[in-house]
């Protein structure tokens, strides 16, 4: 009896013990992370046979024991995190690791694989999410990887199509070789498949026969070409050429842009003959323009407009009549030459401004200018209208000009005016002569005072600042009081005169206005006055419409054909097309 009890005793620790050493490999397999056994057997055989071992282990071959035991023996001696190579069934995707290359995971199966203290707190987080990064936990990564993968046809056509028009350029110029015919023609199947294929789905079986063939094609050009150096030469060469190109051409369009803002639309020029034409028709008494009586009264909202443009201005007026509270109390005073005078007048005649006042003045009526205003500006270097009429520099004549107000609101005739501005009459100057916006951003130096301003000069390097930021011209609040105690009138007389002996500042009226009102500036909100509409600046809509007023300066006015169209339309709003003289002269929006 005892005898058969150790044999039983013996049978059965003797299967326990095989039952122990089957099942011991299979759990220290189970208790090791995914993302440590992929380290361990990061190798490219490993790499190369991933699927097939999970298959093998699945089925008990002997072999994997082996395997088993050598990941056992690495984990005691401190298992490596992946360097960005994370095992991987046939739809995942390889992990770059980002900042565990030196980290190590220390202790044996059965410490419960504690952390290392030395270890970054980050391995396991990490650890833990390259092992769920292969089992999509929302909609959104299933989603994400599924339109990945109903383009992937249609995007490998875009890549032939890009490479074989890349070996057309390798040929010769007209060259009609049967290689050439067959890039063409399946260059022109592919590109008529993409035009009615969005999805992979789209596509038929005829249409992967013909990506087999462009293959096909592809080949034989890569095998036609292929000497390496010559083709870099020759796309260096083709680079070279395309970037001379590029550069001539902008050249070119800079200089029609810059001729286009010079010269004067057909349109605007019809416009004015008939207007002046109309005018001259007129009997003396009609040509007079209505509310004479509020011309110079102190007490009055008054602005100033120097313009030789018709059409500009009856923007500029209309927009601010248009938005204000009291346009009865709002006086105009227009200031042109003696050619666009009675085009103007007859403008505001044909379209009177309701309760506001219009006044209309010509160049020529202000003796104290000097007998050489209409060539004392020229410069050498510039033939740009916008730099050289005296209408820029008539601005620092103000207290001459109006010598009855206190305060006068200057506008230029490219802006559109947006809120009502009463409220700069309240403004406290504090003793400052010119109220304006700032144009500087960020500490930009291209819009400080030393990019208009010759530095060099002993003389304006000892007066002035070079780091100061400059202001904007276009929508500026004049206190002509504190001007004339100030002398103002007499220091831009100094600065012309030395200006003229050398050359100390670019043409036109802004670099001499920084000079003139140095120190005498106060800074308005920047909401007041927003510049760039005449340029591609970037201006967002939201800046635009809270803005009091907006300015297009630059060269692409709202009323020339290389206006920005994205701009324009806060121009266009003011004006009325169906106008009379807008059709005659075919003015349209």
């Known amino acids: 009896m005892m005898v058969m009890l150790r044999r039983s005793y013996v049978t059965v620790l003797t299967l326990a013990l095989l039952a122990a050493s089957f099942l011991a490999p299979l759990l220290l397999f189970l208790r090791v992370p995914a993302a440590d056994i992929s380290l361990a057997l990061a190798r490219k055989e490993f790499y190369r046979e991933g699927t097939s071992f999970v298959k093998n282990l699945s089925s008990g071959h002997s072999s994997n024991g082996m395997r088993l035991n050598a990941i056992e023996q690495e984990a005691d001696e401190g298992v490596r995190l992946p360097r960005g190579v994370v095992y991987q069934n046939e739809e995942s995707t390889n992990v770059q690791s980002p900042s565990s290359e030196n980290a190590t995971v220390s202790g044996n199966v059965g410490d419960g694989g504690h952390q290392n203290k030395h270890e970054p707190v980050t391995a396991g987080r990490e650890d833990k999410d390259l092992r769920s990064f292969n089992r999509p936990t929302s909609g959104e990564t299933t989603s994400s990887r599924s339109r990945s993968s109903t383009t992937e046809k249609i995007r490998e056509m875009e890549d032939q199509i890009i490479m074989a028009k890349a070996y057309l350029q390798f040929s010769l110029p007209n060259s009609n070789s049967q290689l050439v015919r067959e890039l063409k023609l399946r260059i022109k199947e592919m590109e008529r498949m993409l035009g009615r294929a969005n999805k992979d789905s789209d596509l038929s079986r ?319 909100d920047r909401r007041w006055h927003v510049l760039g509409l005449g340029r591609e600046s970037g201006m967002g809509r939201a800046e635009i419409e809270r803005a009091a007023v907006i300015h297009y300066d630059g060269s692409r006015k709202p009323w020339l054909d290389i206006a920005i169209p994205k701009y324009r339309t806060y121009w266009t709003k003011f004006l009325d097309y169906g106008n009379p003289y807008f059709q005659q002269c075919n003015i349209h929006e």
């Not at 349109?267 to 003959?273: V, W």
């Open 206 to 524: 005829s249409h992967l026969q013909k990506m087999k063939a462009m293959d096909v094609t592809l080949s034989k050009a890569h095998k036609a070409y292929p000497d390496c150096s010559a083709l870099a030469s020759k796309l260096r060469a083709q680079l070279y050429n395309a970037e001379e190109q590029l550069r001539a051409h902008q050249n070119q369009a800079s200089y029609l842009v810059h001729l286009t803002a010079r010269t004067f639309p057909k349109g605007l020029h019809c416009l004015s003959m008939k207007l002046t034409t109309e005018f001259f028709t007129l009997r003396p008494e009609n040509q007079q323009l209505p509310n004479r009586q509020n011309v110079y009264k102190p007490d009055l909202y008054h602005f100033a407009i120097f313009s030789d443009n018709v059409l500009a201005c009856g923007v500029a007026v209309n927009s601010t009549i248009t938005i204000s509270m009291e346009p009865e109390k709002i006086v105009f005073h227009v200031v042109t030459d003696s050619f666009n005078f009675p085009a103007m007048v007859m403008w505001f005649l044909s379209n009177p401004p309701g309760e506001a006042t219009i006044q209309i003045q010509s160049l020529d009526d202000f003796g104290f200018l000097p007998v050489d205003v209409g060539t004392m500006f020229m410069h050498p270097d510039k033939a740009d209208p916008r730099y050289t009429s005296p209408l820029n520099h008539l601005r620092f004549y103000l207290p001459e000009i109006f010598p009855s107000l206190n305060k006068i609101l200057l506008l230029d005739h490219d802006v559109v005016v947006q809120r009502d501005l009463r409220r700069l009459w309240s403004v406290d100057m504090k003793g400052k002569v010119n109220g304006a916006v700032e144009i500087c951003k960020d500490n930009k130096p291209s819009l400080k005072l030393e990019m208009l301003i010759n530095f060099s000069d002993p003389v304006i390097a000892s007066t002035f600042n070079a780091k100061t930021c400059v202001w904007a011209f276009g929508m500026n609040m004049f206190d002509l009081q504190a001007w004339r105690r100030q002398g103002l009138t007499g220091v831009y007389h100094n600065l012309t005169q030395l200006g003229q002996s050398r050359q100390l500042w670019k043409a036109g009226s802004l670099p001499l206005g920084q000079l003139l009102f140095y120190n005498h500036t106060m800074v308005l």
